[in-house]
């Protein structure tokens, strides 16, 4: 069972959380900057009190002055502090698309506008499995400062990012001054693909057109012919090439009449994870062996294409199917 303490201080950081506006960018204020004394801030509070006590009751003006410059020296660090974080703006990149199981990483430009360097700023991901993984960065004056962290994402589809927490102790660790920022940016996760997938299956006839051609279990056409100066890059049949030493090429007539479809309905006795993550290792497959391929999936077809950007496409619609 949940400890009480740590369950009640869960629920009231999710409390404090939502009542934070999403947005990408943010400037720190008096209104979202906090500061409390430290452990070894509060260890100079308790040593401040035994020397004022011990110099009022021996009359020691030594002790006095020494007092007060340590609680002097404590009151211009608690202002050096706050003012490291307040007036920093923070400002957080277009996350790019991850698979799941891969760590998203979240780039963090942090703008200082003012002469003077803020030195020892950190950031984190604000929850429990991150908030050790700390990245520390000085701004310099008038300049900027990029700063990286990563969170996990364990399942497929549009994840908002967590909330971020900057903080710093700078200069004498006496306080801990801190802000939580939540983005508004969603980060898109792939489905993992299938460590061991099969091969891919075979070609469908294009409409129209008649023949016996087929594509073969290992994603080949059985048709090939010697390579011909001008053929393709992706027509070129790599795998025969490194047995033979020689270069063949498939046959464009012949690769014409058929096209490649990865189908969920045909992609095995797996459940709708199962398929998904073969499709994805299939997609990665085709478009790393150069074929046209198109994507079925239930109320959406992708038509057959090659690229980046198709690869993206396809990807793209099986982590939000």
């Known amino acids: 069972m949940l400890n009480p303490v740590a369950f009640a201080r869960q629920r009231f950081r999710s409390w404090w959380q939502a009542r934070l506006p999403l947005s990408d960018t943010t400037t720190l204020t008096q209104r979202n900057v906090y500061i409390l004394p430290t452990r070894p801030g509060l260890m100079l509070v308790a040593t401040l009190l035994v020397l004022l006590v011990a110099s009022i009751n021996y009359q020691l003006n030594l002790g006095y002055l020494l007092t007060f410059l340590l609680a002097g020296c ?121 460590r061991m997938p099969p091969p891919l299956p075979e070609g469908e006839p294009r409409s129209g057109t008649v023949g016996t051609a087929r594509v073969a279990l290992a994603g080949e056409f059985d048709g090939v012919r010697a390579y011909r100066r001008g053929d393709p890059m992706k027509l070129v049949v790599w795998k025969k090439a490194a047995k033979s030493d020689e270069l063949v090429s498939r046959d464009a007539q012949q690769a014409q009449r058929r096209e490649l479809w990865l189908d969920f309905s045909r992609a095995g006795p797996l459940d709708a994870d199962g398929r998904v993550a073969r499709l994805a290792a299939w997609v990665l497959q085709a478009e790393k062996l150069g074929l046209d391929y198109g994507l079925r999936l239930p109320g959406q077809q992708i038509q057959p294409d090659t690229g980046e950007a198709h690869k993206r496409r396809c990807l793209e619609a099986l982590a939000l199917c």
């Open 74 to 194: 404590a009151v211009v660090g608690m202002h050096v502090c706050h003012a490291t974080l307040r007036g920093l703006t923070m400002n957080l990149a277009p996350p790019e698309p991850v698979f799941a199981g891969q760590n998203a990483p979240l780039r963090i430009v942090l703008t200082n506008d003012r002469k003077a360097t803020r030195y020892g700023i950190g950031l984190a991901v604000l929850d429990e499995t991150h908030e050790d993984h700390w990245s520390w960065t000085d701004v310099p004056g008038l300049g900027t400062a990029t700063v990286s962290v990563a969170f996990q994402p364990t399942r497929r589809g549009l994840h908002r990012i967590p909330p971020l927490t900057a903080e710093t102790r700078f200069p004498l660790g006496t306080f801990r001054v801190w802000t939580v920022w939540r983005p508004a940016a969603q980060v898109l996760v792939y489905p993992q693909p299938e």
